[in-house]
DNA sequence: AGAAGTAATGGTAGCGCTATCATGACAGCG
DNA sequence: CGCTGTCATGATAGCGCTACCATTACTTCT
């Protein structure tokens, strides 16, 4: 009869979801029992736990995140930042990070910068803004308010893809010393004249960390290291077009360097449907180990970069972290293998 | 000398980090007002909304999002569920979602179910627990459980990939449609022998959906259509042992649809390399569209879908319909494309 | 002139959960 | 027998923010 007193309306529930007060008074215990139910299981009797456990199933409760995250703050949530989505590289990283984490009951906010390191800092202060338990970052590269941000956040930070000097965590591969190392591939097999191929290394840093190997080794065998820049993102079209670019710049190029396998299949394609020979008029080498390089003829040299494991093993490391253990090693190389193909 | 009173020491706040109050106290007004001169920026004066903002940037303010989304249970977190990432067909669409999500200032919480729909019903759970402004998944299908839960969370839901009959809002095409239509390009280009070879079917339901499409044209004509169902993930590889699977198994096969263009390259580039023609030996279909497809020789003849469209189409709507918006339609059909290439 | 609206601001009281401390019951100890 | 320790549970008081209602100072209208 006296329900809804004007005076006891100060209720502001917009969804009339079940609450663990509910569970808790289903299941004759307080709230902070069925809490404790649910999170600390062995800090409550085997009959409580029971008998809230049944309470939540036939109440069909969902537990609200947002409310245990500002008691706790503590969220179970990991950002994960990366540069682009289009470039499958990130996304085989961020599967290795989602498969890890998500069976150890975090969840992923993904936040997409698009090269742009402004970006990227609003995406930090977004993602701080939801208490997440740590975040990862594509690169060791951050505008100076975001590297402030990262190193004074209190939460585990961990930089994948390249190694280097972090902030905190750090999982990856040396990039100069991949591109050292095909450079001195294409050397050992007798090319003198080679060209690089990249796009927009300006946003793909690491592409151009690979171009300064690539170029320590020819200056060091008294050989001149060309670049070619392109102004669109790496694809198979960039990669078939930059071919021809090549042999126009540099008619008496025997072999190209690409940044990556996307531009080095694209041109060997190219090269196939115009009648040249690879390795014999032209010899074609790439970045990454992407299936397809395998699956052409001549198969592509490449250097096979373990992108998965990386995010596996990121993955890993933070969830020691967070966990309270002691890290094994904040510096993590994954390292790299050359795969010697036919095509050079 | 006083500081540290125990009685006043009730505190629980374990980060220190700034809070709305201290930059309102800095900004000289109620924390009420601070808050609105962040969040509904109209409905303070210009000055205050000034010292809001200055006092915002010299505190280095980061809003905490928890706090606010328990208040408002508004979260601007969309979860969107797909069933790999290893298949780019997802991360294409999920580019697309973010691309148009992020502008309008929503984050993406990311799951991945592993086509698994127990997986599924779990990972909604905890979504919901996020009050997610919106839910995406990919596909119809759903258990029970997962099903009665989005039906009644009383948040959006977008289904993408697929077209049918939904929960909510629809984005997708129709996959039994695109099956019809290469299956009948196959038979125009007067095929009769040819198998329809798919990876995990019960899995890329999709996928199966095409085989009927393509089955029904060729029942119609009163042709046979033998499936090969393979029970790795569809791969260059996988398309390449299932060329030489086919080839056993149906020996006279003129032709061979298969379930993605992973598998049809696969399978073109293994033919290849046993020197046999295509299509003279052997024709080959493909659907997605994969930029590789326009690459090798002879072209995939393929179906492009718009991934990146259906995603972008998909995000477009549902901020719609978060802004409050009727709704243009509950239901889009994004359509596909032959495309016919010298493969067939 | 008085009613009625609008714009800017603030006080209060939650959102649903959990950290912290307190309580009572019972075991083990010299 | 009192003292300390552990276990299971509960009462209280926040976490940091915003919805809701109230207040004040002005406009505008009939």
Redesign the interface.
């Given at each position: 009869m006296s329900k809804d007193l004007p005076a006891a309306n100060k209720s502001r529930r917009?969804?009339d979801q079940i609450t663990l007060s509910q569970v808790a008074q289903a299941a004759g215990v307080s709230p902070i029992t069925a809490s404790r139910a649910l999170n600390h299981p062995d800090k409550v009797s085997d009959s409580t736990r029971q008998s809230v456990l049944e309470s939540v199933e036939r109440l069909g409760y969902?537990?609200?995140?947002?409310?245990g995250?500002?008691a706790s703050?503590r969220?179970r949530?990991i950002a994960v930042i990366v540069p682009s989505?289009?470039n499958?590289v990130f996304?085989e990283v961020?599967?290795g990070l989602?498969?890890t984490l998500?069976a150890q009951g975090y969840?992923?906010?993904?936040?997409?910068t698009d090269y742009d390191l402004d970006r990227e800092y609003q995406l930090v202060?977004?993602?701080?803004?939801?208490?997440c338990s740590a975040l990862v970052t594509a690169g060791l590269r951050h505008n100076d308010a975001c590297h402030t941000?990262l190193a004074n956040c209190?939460h585990p930070i961990m930089e994948v893809m390249e190694l280097g000097n972090g902030i905190d965590l750090n999982v990856g591969l040396d990039h100069v010393a991949a591109g050292r190392c095909m450079a001195s591939h294409l050397v050992d097999r007798g090319y003198q004249r080679m060209v690089y191929v990249g796009a927009r290394l300006s946003h793909d840093y690491r592409a151009g960390m690979r171009y300064e190997g690539h170029k320590a080794v020819l200056k060091a065998k008294g050989l001149e290291a060309p670049l070619l820049e392109l102004d669109t993102l790496g694809?198979?079209?960039a990669g078939?077009e930059s071919l021809a670019q090549v042999l126009q710049d540099y008619p008496a190029t025997q072999a190209i360097h690409f940044a990556n396998d996307d531009l080095a299949?694209?041109a060997l394609?190219?090269a196939?449907?115009q009648g040249l020979t690879v390795p014999g008029d032209i010899a074609i080498a790439g970045f990454n180990g992407l299936?397809?390089g395998q699956?052409?003829?001549p198969k592509l040299t490449t250097i096979l970069s373990p992108r998965e494991d990386m995010g596996r093993l990121a993955a890993q490391e933070l969830i020691r972290r967070l966990s309270g253990k002691s890290v094994y090693r904040r510096q993590h190389d994954v390292s790299f293998t050359l795969q010697v193909g036919e095509s050079t």
């Open positions: 917009r969804s969902v537990p609200n995140l947002v409310a995250s500002l703050s969220s949530l989505l289009i499958s996304v961020i599967k989602q498969e998500e969840q992923i906010l993904l936040g997409n202060r977004t993602f701080l803004g939801w208490s941000l209190g694809s198979l079209q078939a299949a694209g394609l190219a196939q449907r299936p397809l699956h052409i003829t």
